[in-house]
């Protein structure tokens, strides 16, 4: 069965203290990796998509890396405005499924000042 | 564009009642999906349509449960009769059609508790 886990469930981080938030999968077949931010009360937002193990993205403090079976989130000297709980999904081939994300539980990240 | 609109925002009602739940999507989108939120199951898909037709409805968990897509701008969530274990957080979300990516945006959600 296609599983995606995210570890730890949650972290506290000081200010400046930078860290890595994992996302590990066992698929049939990747079509691609997608990390999601979420704020209380609100939506998931959309932050990266990988598509091939080597593959990393970056935006501002956030970096995603893929491999074969995992993926990481970098966080590099977090704000307290990184406080949010961050999503995994990963879209998996063939038939009906084009659309389809799965979701991991979430790591509830919290950046003290 | 507006983002993707879910109506209403946080919904009460009692065992038993009939839900409604809204979403229009993003203008242009072809794909629709419907979202459960839970502390303990976490997010769930329910259901996706491409182009206004049902692809995967294998997340639906029970026929209490119905979503219908008449056309491109709406589509409903619909349970019937409600119970106390439907109460969670349901998400919209649509994404376009662009080879090699399908990058789905989420609107805010509908709060549900059912009594």
């Known amino acids: 069965e296609d599983q995606v886990t995210q570890s730890p469930e949650a972290l506290r981080l000081q200010e400046g203290e930078s860290s890595s938030l994992n996302c590990s999968y066992t698929?049939?077949?990747?079509?691609?990796l997608f990390w999601y931010r979420q704020d209380p009360g609100k939506g998931p937002e959309f932050l990266f998509t990988l598509y091939s193990a080597g593959e990393e993205k970056e935006k501002e403090r956030l970096k995603a890396t893929l491999t074969k079976k995992e993926s990481f989130l970098h966080i590099t000297a977090p704000k307290p405005e990184d406080s949010a709980t961050y999503l995994c999904a990963v879209r998996f081939a063939g038939g009906t499924s084009y659309g389809k994300l799965t979701f991991g539980q979430g790591t509830i990240l919290t950046v003290h000042p | 564009d507006a983002g993707v609109i879910q109506s209403p925002r946080h919904e009460v009602t009692e065992m038993g009642q009939e839900v409604t739940l809204r979403c229009k999507p993003i203008s242009g989108h072809d794909y629709l999906f419907w979202y459960r939120q839970t502390m303990m199951r976490g997010l769930e898909l329910l259901i996706y349509?491409?182009?206004?037709?049902?692809?995967?409805d294998s997340g639906m968990p029970e026929d209490r449960f119905s979503a219908k897509m008449p056309n491109a701008s709406f589509s409903t969530l619909k349970i019937q009769p409600s119970e106390p274990r439907d109460s969670a957080v349901y998400f919209c979300?649509?994404?376009?059609?662009?080879?090699?990516?399908?990058?789905?945006?989420f609107g805010a959600g509908t709060r549900l508790s059912v009594l």
């Open positions: 349509f491409n182009n206004n037709v049902p692809i995967d």
């Open positions: 698929v049939s077949g990747l079509r691609g």
């Open positions: 979300a649509s994404s376009p059609t662009i080879e090699g990516e399908n990058i789905q945006y």
